[in-house]
């Protein structure tokens, strides 16, 4: 079949704009109205069109597997399952909704969804909206890709988001030293981080790290790992210790140095993501007391927000870290 020059540039334009409906126009969220079965799942999106924002296209496909997507979408689609015939769609910019039923109950499930012109052209993918089925007891998703690189006085973790839309709220951060019996929640993390810095581990130490998903009732299988901080751990460490504790405007840490050095003690705050708040002290203290004060401002001069910051001395004897809370 031949086309006339104008034809064929009108089709070669919408082929253009429907390769971009599924990432721009298409947001496969996910919501369970009270009709929904326990095997079916309701999934809602915004109309694209026919000629870019405009017009109304043909046709939808939708498609769901219980594997994620890869690396390679078009393989993810190729061996997705389809939901069947869906209604035709409404004019762009509408918001539309579909119920998917007769689902595994139980089940986490991956769902895609794509649109057609009359050519038909085809758009792009949508978003892969993730949903557990009803009944049955829900499984967490683990996050993938979980590792840590280690810094100079910082432990960087990171990890693969998992998909939105499912029965996940966040994620609860864990760290637990070889020495010690029980782990300390480090963080809680909403649901779209990839990555968290600690900045209180103390060097020539091993640690266990886990990062768990949670919901209103659980958590989930935790990613875990394990580091070691490179250095000589202390023995006979500064110690710190900050007062008032809560504070508000003023805060005065005490040092007790125990050793005679000439080498430098380094104070800083920072907060609980690892990111430096300020430099208190920076010189080579003298065996005995010592008294610091922070006003409770940052480098740049800002008052600080409330909440809890670590406070971590690096001296010749090694590291020591106190935590204080500033209220408002």
């Known amino acids: 079949m031949r086309f006339d020059s104008g034809m064929i540039s009108r089709r070669a334009r919408m082929a253009s704009r429907a390769a971009m409906l599924g ?20 999934l809602a999106w915004t109309a694209p069109g026919d ?6 296209a043909s046709s939808y496909e939708m498609r769901y597997s219980e594997n994620a997507v890869g690396a390679d979408t078009s393989a993810w689609w190729a061996a997705a399952t389809s939901v069947g015939t869906m209604p035709p769609p409404l004019r762009a910019g509408t918001r539309e909704s579909f119920i998917v039923a007769g689902l595994p109950a139980a089940t986490t499930l991956y769902f895609a969804i794509r649109a057609s012109d009359e050519v038909p052209n085809v758009s792009g993918f949508s978003n892969l909206a993730r949903k557990q089925t009803g009944s049955g007891t829900v499984t967490l998703a683990t996050p993938g890709n979980f590792s840590a690189t280690v810094t100079p ?18 994620y609860r951060l864990y760290r637990r030293a070889t020495s010690e019996t029980a782990s300390t929640l480090l963080a809680t993390l909403p649901i779209t981080a990839t990555a968290w810095n600690d900045s ?27 580091v070691t901080i490179p250095g000589t751990a202390a023995l006979d460490a500064t110690v710190v210790h900050g007062y008032p504790n809560p504070a508000r405007d003023q805060v005065t840490f005490r040092l007790n140095v125990d050793s005679t050095s000439d080498q430098r003690t380094r104070v800083t705050v920072f907060d609980l993501t690892g990111h430096k708040i300020c430099l208190l002290a920076d010189e080579a203290f003298s065996p005995g007391q010592h008294a610091i004060s922070w006003s409770c401002h940052s480098d740049a001069g800002y008052k600080v927000a409330p909440g809890i910051y670590n406070v971590i001395v690096d001296g010749p004897s090694g590291r020591a870290v106190t935590r204080v809370a500033i209220v408002p």
């Open 51 to 56: 000629d870019g924002n405009t017009g109304t």
């Open 200 to 226: 209180s581990a103390a060097a020539g130490l091993s640690y266990d790290f886990s990062l768990a998903t949670y919901d209103n009732t659980a958590e989930g299988t935790p990613a875990s790992l394990g």
């Open 153 to 170: 006085g910082i432990v960087l973790l990171t990890w693969d988001a998992v998909p939105t839309g499912g029965q996940e709220l966040g």
């Open 23 to 42: 990432a721009a126009a298409l947001l496969c969220t996910v919501a369970c109205p009270p009709r929904a079965a326990a095997d079916s799942v309701a």
